[in-house]
């Protein structure tokens, strides 16, 4: 049985690997973009910059926070260290705060992905809702996206002296930590009444909601329109000529890089997220296991990039030096 002080070193040098990656790796796409993008990306390509930005941002705040999730009944809370940190116990707070507002922005460039690609396939979806201020509006999405998701950890899962208190002992037995060498941000869904009842955490069912429509919308976004965009790419490579065939490869090789984008975060983010929000909901101990949840968020921004750089014509012959 592995220790936990063993299992927290594999996690730092998960974090550091993983955001040491990510950014290289992102940084690297986005010169690919810049200087070795198809002709018929248009704006498509501001987009994938875009995405590789937030990325980059949030593999350097995941190196800087070292952020690990723990479990404990129907409580879930993220920490980092701050003994020997410059970065004090309230600091640190803020920090893992705008730290998922920056993961909640990836999880609505996801949808924002899917939306914007459906509109390049079909030309009066384009015309109806990504034009003008419409395109617009849909760039800010995850702005908002990331603002609404780190008020939500401001105002509802702050710490408290009756969170100090509630989490000492399971923290100590659990992960070996005292709860005074610790920033962290708490999720708690029940408490005990006086008579040893369970009773709902009414602030805490309100802060996940937010972030449970934040993320729902983002799947039903991947989802609806990526069925709709392989209908209509499927479509159009059937009765593409000649003529189009460059255009029609390009959609063809994005959609196949969309597809791989799809499933990546499936697995390393949406998944255990997932698992990590419902199990305490439902009173199911995880314990110190649900930090596997932060080892697989940090490898997504090094593993997205990859789908693109290889499958991508103009990025792969570039990369093999053709």
Sequence with gaps: MISFENWKSMLIYSQWIGGTLGVIFNLFLILLIIYRS???????????????????????????????????GSVFMGFRYFK???????????????????????????????????????????????????????????????????????LCFGPSSESDSLMRISLLQGCDTRIEDISY????????????????????????????????????????????????ITKALKNSKMSSFYTKSIQHQLFVALVFQTLIPLILMYGPAGILFSCPMLNIEVGVWSS??????????????????FIVESYRKTILCK
């Design 38 to 72: 198809p002709q018929h990306l248009g704006v498509y390509k501001y987009l994938m910059m875009y995405i590789s930005i937030v990325q980059t941002v949030f593999s350097i705040l995941d190196v800087i926070s070292k952020s690990i999730t723990f479990s404990y």
């Design 185 to 232: 941000f708490i999720v708690q869904y029940h408490s005990l009444s006086e008579f040893n009842q369970l009773s709902p955490v009414w602030s805490t069912f309100f802060g996940m909601a937010c972030i449970w429509i934040i993320t729902s919308s983002s799947i039903f976004c991947v989802v609806y329109f990526g069925i709709k965009c392989y209908v209509k």
């Design 84 to 154: 020997h940190s410059n970065i004090g116990r309230a600091q640190g707070f803020h920090l893992l705060s705008v730290h998922g507002g920056t993961f909640g922005a990836i999880i609505s460039l996801f949808g924002v992905h899917f939306v914007y690609r459906y509109g390049v396939v079909d030309l009066a979806f384009r015309k109806r809702f990504l034009s003008g201020w419409k395109l617009v509006l849909i760039f800010l999405t995850p702005i908002l996206a990331f603002i609404w998701w780190t008020s939500v950890v401001l």
């Design 292 to 309: 596997f949840v932060s080892a697989t968020i940090v490898i997504y921004p090094a593993v997205d990039p990859l789908p693109t750089m």
